[in-house]
């Protein structure tokens, strides 16, 4: 464990540079065994340490610390195809990234419900619920894990699932990092089918062509949301040193089609400056590779807030975010986006059927999990625009309240600094039940107190 060692950071990079902290050691399990016994260790000694899978949550402490220790996933990279609970699965280690997932998949015809972009990392996504692709049909990607292991403070070795501590089982499925150190994720197994997708970028001129699109694609009237084998993510950008607009959407659709389906022919006619690589009928992979867009040269930030899901909801955000973007001073290399992201009824009902910690209920209807984002690259930037966002969350959360279209919801994955998602889970239901199981299986409180982390019961 390299007590009294400093060492250098070398692992791959943090997505998020505000989020690079000085840990005094790193620690790099091969083994939950290896993790087993550093744990304890740790614990023992009560000394300060911090979980890292991909690194990709844009909040300080999330995956890191300093003066403490870094317990790094990245030799966690096992996979291999198994059996849990009965089924066929893949046995996923927490340092892998979703692209090396989805092509070892593909080379035995074979996929998994997982993350939406190539880089992220496989622990933080699943432990957080996570989006996938084919979320209007399979609800959270949490909700195909079929095992976990799990490595407690104590150093006791676990094999969760709905028959071994299915209390946990059910916590894990959104409960972020607060019960244990999950060494590997068994993931349930699809056949792998082409697909039709891919980005449309535009410039200034086409951005109110993507806009009004993301308001139609979320009318019940229109196919859209409503046609369970789509799925879009578009995000509108501001620069905040050319003051241009520009807009970059995610299409896809989950049929081996040469035809666009009406469900996102609206993004795929957006005109004049736009830049596309959607086809079709064309590989998983192929498509995956392409969302590798976001480089790890920035610091940034992510906030979360939930309206329903209606064409008036994107038009009351999207105002919002213009008219109060626009104020913003001049930062160099500097943007913020709004990002729309739809969970249909199908998606509601397919999670709530499932079981998990999150529990949206399907009486509360579909919903938009909206994410605020900045980049920059200052230091001497980042309460100034750490404020307007959170102000910027704040005015959309009024004014969607007014217009009775506000949903009391937190995205984790896309949560921010302080915000509490926990406390929305279930309508306020899980929360305590969490506190629980916590309790249960980390009666001295380390994952509370001695590891870092965003998001705490």
Known sequence: MCPGKRLQLTLPEYWDKAAVLSPSCIFTPKSSEEVASGLKILTDNQSPFAVRSGGHTPIPGASGIDNGVLIAADRLSNLTIGEAVGQQVVRVGPGNRWIEVYGWLANQGLTCIGGRYATVGVGGLLLGGG?????????????????????????????????????????????????GFVTSFDLELFPLKDVYGGNILTNASGTDAVIKASASYADPVHDGVADPLSAVNPTVQLALDTRERSSFTNVFYNASTGSTPSAVKDFTTVP??????????????????????????????????????????????????????????????????????????????????????????????????????????????????????????????????????????????????????????????SLPKMRMIAQKYDPQGVFQKLASGAFKL
């Open 131 to 179: 989006m996938s692709h084919y979320r209007s049909i399979h609800g959270w990607a949490a909700d195909h894990v079929i095992n976990y292991e799990l490595v407690t403070a104590q150093g006791n070795i676990l094999q969760v699932n709905r028959e071994s501590h299915s209390d946990l089982f059910w916590a894990l499925k959104g409960g972020s990092g607060n019960f």
């Open 272 to 429: 004049s400056g736009a830049a596309s690589t959607i086809t079709g009928p064309r590989s998983f992979v192929g498509f995956m590779n392409e969302t590798a867009v976001f480089p790890n040269d920035m610091r940034r930030l992510f906030r979360a807030t939930s309206v329903k899901l209606s064409s008036q909801a994107v038009n009351i955000v999207q105002k919002i975010f213009d008219d109060e973007s626009t104020k913003l001073r001049t930062v160099t290399n500097g943007s913020v986006t709004v990002t729309y992201q739809y969970l249909s009824q199908s998606f509601i009902d397919a999670a709530y059927a499932a079981g998990d910690a999150i529990q949206l209920l399907p009486e509360n209807g579909p919903l938009i999990a909206v994410l605020l984002a900045a980049a920059w690259v200052s230091e001497s930037d980042d309460d100034y625009l750490l404020n307007f966002v959170k102000s910027l969350v704040d005015s959309i959360d009024s004014a969607s309240t007014a217009a009775d279209l506000y949903y009391p919801y937190i995205f984790l994955n896309d949560g921010g600094i302080g915000q509490l998602p926990f406390p929305l889970y279930g309508g306020g239901a």
